[in-house]
């Protein structure tokens, strides 16, 4: 399908013009520590890289406070490649997920033992970094060294998808698109991830939104995003058997399988190596239910979330449960009373 140039055109002004009046240039991992020797104020490729693993799943205003605190206790590839976990862990702990805590080591021991502590300047080679993927990568090579790749994650597939297709399935791939686009990719890259967190967002603000007056998810009233999504769900329907609300299902016969957590720590029962979640009887299926099972049966005050995502499974349906254990409530010493066998897997 060809893209009419004055379409792109607007597309990257208008875009660029609300980052300029709008974007997050605040950012610290957008404001470089220093400037580099040739006068250009680019961020480095390991400032770029922190932030990037510290921003997968987390969200930006919590990830501020943890980036500013661990680039002053390791300012670089150097420093970070000397540190065991236990002297890591202080600066990660409560990011979660802490195989990238793992992969932000390793890469860094990598980076010195085979680099000279300096991120390769080749999107293939970066991949090859324990826990750098292509969005990592094109990260690192747009925003620190100037290249031409577009950061192709979700949010900008949203955008490209919506504004020129509706919503409806987005033709090309990153490459396609990079030569489509004039305007630096580190800029572009940029307002797209901040337009796409401020107005093209799931439920986009159309009525403010800049790129409205050519949009086609907009003259459409969205009506092909709808199509689309509708159709993603029915296939996830037939994969997972989620349960439609017309369906007639005594939800207090389910079983719970709570996921319990602890500062971002997941513990799991039984079986180690299978990893389960904690399943409940039939019965404690509301939040206050699975509050009292905890309480009586280990002494954990919990604090249980709505919604459970409510799925049938071969054997009956079952209730997907997020549970925090509450500060100050006893933890790995009840566990052991009770003879319960809990493992973690996020440390
Ligand atoms: S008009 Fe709406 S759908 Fe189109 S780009 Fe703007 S916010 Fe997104």
């Given at each position: ?155 900008l597939k949203r955008v490209l998808g919506r504004f020129f297709f ?155 449960v997020n549970a925090q254990i509450l500060r100050g409530s006893p ?17």
């Open positions: 399908m060809a893209i009419r140039k004055d379409k792109i055109v607007f597309f990257e002004q208008r875009l660029v013009d609300f980052f300029r009046k709008a974007g997050r240039e605040h950012l610290p991992w957008r404001k470089p520590r220093k400037a580099s020797p040739r006068g250009k104020k680019n961020s480095t490729a390991y400032e770029v890289w922190v932030s990037e693993i510290m921003l997968q799943q987390t969200q930006v205003s919590r990830v501020i406070g943890y980036y500013t605190r661990f680039l002053k206790r390791f300012p670089d590839v150097g420093s970070l490649a000397q540190a065991s976990w236990e002297e890591f862990l202080p600066y990660y702990e409560g990011l979660g997920y802490y195989a990238r805590g793992r992969n932000m080591l390793k890469t860094a021991k990598v980076l010195t033992e085979q680099y000279a502590g300096i991120f390769p300047r080749d999107k293939k080679l970066l991949q090859t970094l324990p826990g750098i993927g292509p969005y990592t990568a094109s990260a690192i090579l747009s925003f620190a060294y100037g290249d031409n790749h577009l950061a192709w994650d979700t949010n509706g919503g409806k399935q987005l033709i090309g791939d990153e490459v396609f698109w990079e030569d489509k686009f004039q305007t630096p990719k580190k800029v572009l890259n940029a307002a797209l991830m901040d337009f796409g967190s401020a107005v093209c967002v799931a439920r986009p603000k159309c009525g403010i939104c800049p790129l409205s007056a050519r949009c086609v998810y907009y003259r459409e009233k969205g009506s092909g995003e709808q199509s689309t999504a509708n159709k993603k769900q029915l296939t996830k329907n037939n994969q997972q058997a989620l349960v439609s609300k017309k369906q007639k299902i005594d939800w207090r016969e389910a079983q719970a399988y709570v996921f319990l957590h602890e500062h971002h720590t997941i513990y799991y029962s039984s079986d180690a190596n299978k990893f389960q979640p904690f399943i409940l009887p039939s019965g404690y299926t509301t939040r206050a239910g699975i509050k009292q099972y905890f309480q009586e049966k280990y002494g954990l005050s919990l604090s249980v979330r709505p919604p459970h995502q409510k799925m049938i499974i071969s054997g009956g349906p079952i209730l997907l933890c790995f010493e009840i566990f052991h009373k009770k003879d319960v066998k809990w493992y973690t897997i996020s440390k």
